[in-house]
């Protein structure tokens, strides 16, 4: 467990240091749901990345290399490809999805997965030509919809807990102490950076931040097994991205889109009742009502839980735990 | 009230989009253990896999269909029934 408090305790203190260098390097967003549009660092998920990567090393160090230097690996590259966006500006949205398939390499040449993923009532399946295919395909769906949800103070972090603690307590309940910790890691990273990202968020996490989170999320369900719990847990994820894909009609940047999903008026997020703008989470909270962001992101995490706990369901009822 | 009652829909929404995944499963388990009885080839491998990719697609348009149905008929729906009181 002495990798989970290192990266969570990591986290926490360098925070401050990555909101400074931010400022410094005039690495920033507006934060446009705010009436006085605060200038705000996107450097924290630098913070997460060293973080969670220190946790990392130890745990490889501690019990061996096979499963943390894939993750490590994998989330490094997503995280490369988010902090470009970070540092200069959005990679072309047609691009971005055919990078993020590189982040799926490590797990792929270190072989660090089983082709025979469990489905309900079949059992497990043999997936051999097929399950590598997914697993390219996982890395781009995954990390974006983690991103994709990265649109109000702690969203993102607040979103992506519910699966960690479903991951955490499977592998509990299985006995993997390895794949427990590298849920753990991931966790205490997520809940360090916590204070630092929630309303009034003093940092962003960044693209670096989400696509790592993504892209840790990914590698552990494809090397846990887990593939089927983490495809429900992830549904508020994976249905906001893809409401936005369908709705816009292919992969276009948000800057490009005309209309928005949600207006703000006085500091309250209200939908758009337009029927050509992107279907997206927030805009089906925010259907008919205004709601302040601190209670539309406690929402996001509320239908997150309720989705992690489906997942869970899932796997313990008709996977055989 | 109706913070809670999106909630509530949206968590509705996810439940019966959990079931029809869990039925599409059940689809797939029954088309597979029959063609497993038959002389295994290639192509009886490839169009397990094709069929199984046409029901997650279909799963998928579904998914997205009653959530556009859900959206402009069930949340808004209740705002203009609301004004219109």
């Not at chain 2, 397990?48 to 959530?67: D, F, P």
Request: proline share 5%; aromatic share 8%; glycine share 8%.
């Amino acid at each position: 467990m002495l990798e989970a408090i290192v990266s969570g305790l990591l986290t926490f203190f360098l925070a401050p240091a990555a909101i400074i260098l931010g400022r410094r390097l005039e690495v920033v967003g507006v934060d446009i749901h705010k009436p006085w549009r605060p200038i705000v660092p996107k450097t924290g998920g630098l913070a997460i990345i060293l973080g969670a990567t220190a946790g990392m090393i130890l745990g490889a160090h501690a019990s061996g290399f096979q499963l943390f230097i894939p993750v490590i690996l994998s989330c490094l590259v997503a995280a490369s490809i988010g902090l470009v966006e970070d540092l200069r500006e959005e990679i072309d949205p047609r691009l971005k999805p055919l990078l993020l398939i590189f982040a799926s390499l490590p797990v792929l040449v270190l072989g660090a997965y089983s082709p025979r993923p469990l489905i309900p009532f079949l059992g497990k399946t043999r997936l051999y030509r097929v399950y590598p295919v997914l697993v390219m395909a996982s890395y781009p769906v995954i990390c974006n919809a983690v991103n994709s949800l990265d649109v109000l103070n702690g969203s993102a972090l607040l979103t992506s807990i519910p699966f960690l603690i479903m991951s955490s307590v499977i592998f509990y309940m299985r006995g993997d102490l390895q794949l427990l910790i590298l849920s753990l890691i991931f966790l205490a990273a997520a809940v360090a950076m916590l204070p630092y990202n929630m309303y009034p968020a003093r940092t962003f996490i960044g693209n670096s931040g989400s696509l790592f989170i993504g892209a840790g999320i990914t590698s552990i369900a494809i090397m846990g097994s887990i593939e089927v719990a983490a495809i429900i847990a992830l549904m508020p994820q994976i249905m906001n991205e893809m409401y936005v894909l369908f709705s816009i009609r292919g992969l276009k940047s948000a800057k490009n889109i005309g209309r928005r999903p949600v207006v703000v008026e006085n500091g309250m997020l209200a939908a758009s009742e337009d029927p050509d703008a992107p279907i997206t989470l927030l805009r089906m909270i925010c259907a008919g009502i205004k709601v302040d962001e601190r209670r539309a992101v406690y929402a996001m995490a509320l239908i997150s839980a309720f989705a992690a706990f489906l997942g869970f369901l899932t796997h313990i009822l008709l996977l055989g735990g | 009230m109706g913070l809670a009652r999106n909630i509530l829909m949206i968590i509705i929404l996810l439940t019966l989009v959990w079931a029809i995944f869990l039925f599409a499963s059940y689809v797939i388990t029954v088309t597979v253990l029959y063609t497993l009885e038959l002389p295994g080839d290639t192509i009886t491998s490839i169009a397990r896999v094709v069929l199984g990719i046409i029901i997650a697609g279909a799963w998928i348009l579904g998914w997205y269909k009653l959530t556009k149905l859900w959206l402009y008929k069930i949340l808004l729906a209740g705002r203009r029934e609301n004004h219109s009181n």
